[in-house]
């Protein structure tokens, strides 16, 4: 996508909404498909956040993901990104690959840990259906470590970015001090936003909707219709509970008074004598009015969910 494409997209936008002076505009994109020039120009069109899929830098695991780039090549779209005026730089990474070792895993880290960024994606590798390495896997030419083994790379994950000042502020996120990601904290904060585009979804007021995912029917719709909406949802009462304590569970915590304005305290009580016993295990701490999981808890994350929704 050119520069001059999304400098245009940002300018409408600013034209027609009432958008902050100091709004963070995110851009993604992968090592190998940018310069510096062209990151330069994306900078000066609007753009002062991005976020690099980099996935590894260990050579053999960029072979295994079928990535374009080497390790080389991510490095230096990294600087390339500093050094074209990028002070927010975000980078995603994978662990439990396989044949990925603790060593090679934590190796990534440190070489991350060296680069000018403020904010780390760690994700585990997830089996998605109908993907070649779902069948992979299914055909036994490829074998997966065990959960306990993923639960020990995670775990090894958090100290070893809490030791480098990176905070985690989600199950999968780590950051610099004042470098949260904004919109992803709208996420998990259950606030409004507004998808635009092909198969983008938006939630506003507890309804979400999601538009056509074919281009060629985006576009007859909007001309016809003024909207490209496939599908909406109006949430229940129910759904929106338990969608607001998952998300604030995965962050930064459930605040108990802003809670309890919006569904009471029935679910606090009826859950309390379990919230004691994680709270025992050091799965989750309670203060200042907060639930909030420990770094042990953020590894049994989706087990402590199932068990209070």
């Known amino acids: 996508m050119k520069p001059e494409y999304l400098h245009e997209i940002i300018y409408h936008l600013k034209s027609n909404i009432l958008i902050s002076d100091d709004v963070e505009i995110t851009m993604e ?12 120009q994306f900078n000066e069109a609007g753009i002062n956040r991005i976020s690099i899929g ?21 490095i230096m ?16 990474l994978i662990f439990n ?6 060593t090679k895993w934590i190796e990534n880290l440190k070489i991350a840990c060296e680069l000018p960024i403020q904010h780390i994606s760690a994700y585990s590798l997830i089996l998605e259906r109908g993907t070649i390495l779902n069948k992979m896997v299914l055909d036994g030419k490829v074998v997966m470590r065990d959960e306990d083994y993923d639960a020990d ?55 979400r909707w999601w538009n056509f995912s074919s281009l060629k029917k ?38 108990l008074a802003d809670y309890i304005k919006l569904f009471g305290d029935t679910w606090i009580k009826k859950n309390n004598d379990y919230f004691e016993l994680l709270k025992n295990k050091n799965l989750i701490s309670i203060s200042n009015d907060k639930i909030s999981l420990t770094s042990k808890g953020y590894a049994v994350c989706d087990e402590i969910l199932k068990n209070i929704l």
Not at 29 to 40: H, R, W
Not at 163 to 171: A, D, L, R, T
Not at 189 to 203: K, M, Q, V
């Open 54 to 74: 980099i996935q590894s830098f260990n050579e053999d695991d960029l072979k295994f993901l079928t990535r374009i780039h080497d390790k080389k090549t991510a």
């Open 218 to 255: 985006y576009i007859s719709e909007i001309e016809s219709k003024h909207n490209a909406v496939m599908n909406y949802e109006v949430l229940s009462k129910d759904q929106m509970h338990d969608e607001y304590v998952m998300l604030a569970l995965r962050s930064s915590g459930l605040n």
């Open 153 to 207: 790379l995670y775990e090894s994950t958090i100290d070893f970015l809490m030791s480098k000042n990176f905070y985690q502020y989600e199950v999968s996120n780590f950051t610099k001090p004042r470098f949260e990601c904004v919109h992803n904290n709208a996420y998990w904060h259950y606030r409004d936003y507004l998808g635009l585009g092909t198969s983008a979804h938006s939630f506003i007021n507890g309804k």
């Open 29 to 40: 994109t992968n090592p190998g498909t940018v310069d510096k020039e062209k990151l330069s």
């Open 77 to 92: 779209t990294v600087y390339n990104s500093a050094e074209a005026g990028f002070e927010n730089i975000s980078i995603d």
């Open 97 to 102: 690959l396989p044949n990925q070792t603790k």
